[in-house]
């Protein structure tokens, strides 16, 4: 006989006091993940950061990777022809188990991978992970699918921590260099909604109903992440980051050019501008960010 969901305890005349630790384990677990690894031309690190969801104390059912390469385009298609290799040299049983699948993404960038392999998931919970970053906390999953099953109003959950590592070039190693701490109760995330993004992607595990009734990530260069969690967050607060939690997010050289930095800014000034309504304490964060905004509308008025 099933065991009845925590959420519909006293529906069935249980009392939530009294219920046991085990039934109340047993009820988390029958929460299905799936995890979703985008990746272009990431071979390098990607059997890293599936060896980190392997590692999880709460497994997904399945592991998506979304090969977003051209394959009419030789380079692209060489290097989805090698994740294929990569993939199968370390994780072979899991491919054949179709555990790990490779899905054609067709470069259209990350947000629309992520979307491809949502609409292909089986769970009920879609889990996000960038193909050169890792879940170093092997308790992340079973953490924040315990959080949202006692948090039915909450649909997205993070990390309260991200530790950003670069790797030596002499040794392949990666080191820790910085770390940020996310705010965890759900009214602080609203309320700091419009100053940064609340949550780093590689953290999040949401609700895949909440990620299709919106529309998924929308096709945009940079930011789309932060979009998609400033539209459902707007009207309730709906994202938490679970405290203890953390994650590994790694820096690539290339990632930190001035050109990359100008052109997320601009994208973060126009999704502020565009949900400013919508979010409390705005005055407040529109003063603090009001430096960085006026340098972008000079740029925007020499041009």
Request: charged share 25%.
């Amino acid at each position: 006989m099933s065991l009845p969901r925590i959420g519909c305890a006293y529906d069935i005349g249980y009392n939530l006091n009294t219920l046991s630790h085990d039934h109340i384990t047993l009820t988390i677990m029958n929460q299905t993940i799936s995890a979703i690894i985008p990746t272009r031309k990431g071979n390098a690190t990607i059997a890293r950061a599936v060896r980190s969801i392997l590692a999880q104390t709460k497994q997904p059912v399945e592991i998506l990777i979304i090969s977003d390469h051209l394959l009419d385009k030789a380079d692209d298609k060489a290097h989805a022809d090698r994740l294929t290799e990569v993939l199968r040299s370390s994780f072979a049983a899991d491919m054949d188990s179709k555990k790990i699948r490779i899905i054609d993404g067709k470069a259209m960038g990350p947000g629309i991978a992520r979307n491809l392999g949502a609409r292909a998931a089986a769970g009920d919970l879609i889990a996000f992970l960038d193909d050169d970053d890792i879940w170093a906390d092997e308790t992340k999953l079973e953490k924040q699918a315990e959080y949202l099953d006692m948090h039915s109003n909450i649909d997205i959950v993070g990390t309260e921590i991200t530790y950003f590592i670069r790797e030596e070039t002499d040794n392949g190693k990666t080191v820790r260099f910085q770390t940020i701490t996310q705010p965890t109760n759900p009214a602080d995330v609203r309320n700091q909604m419009l100053l940064k993004n609340p949550l780093m992607t590689s953290s999040v595990l949401m609700r895949k109903k909440a990620l299709l009734d919106a529309g998924g990530f929308k096709h945009m260069y940079l930011a789309e992440d932060y979009e998609l969690w400033l539209r459902i967050n707007r009207h309730k607060n709906r994202i938490a980051n679970v405290p203890g939690t953390y994650i590994e997010y790694t820096v690539r050289s290339g990632s930190a050019s001035q050109k990359r930095h100008v052109r997320i800014a601009w994208n973060v000034f126009f999704l502020v501008v565009k949900n400013f309504i919508f979010y409390p304490n705005r005055f407040g964060i529109v003063k603090t960010k009001w430096p960085i905004f006026k340098r972008l509308i000079r740029r925007l008025l020499s041009k």
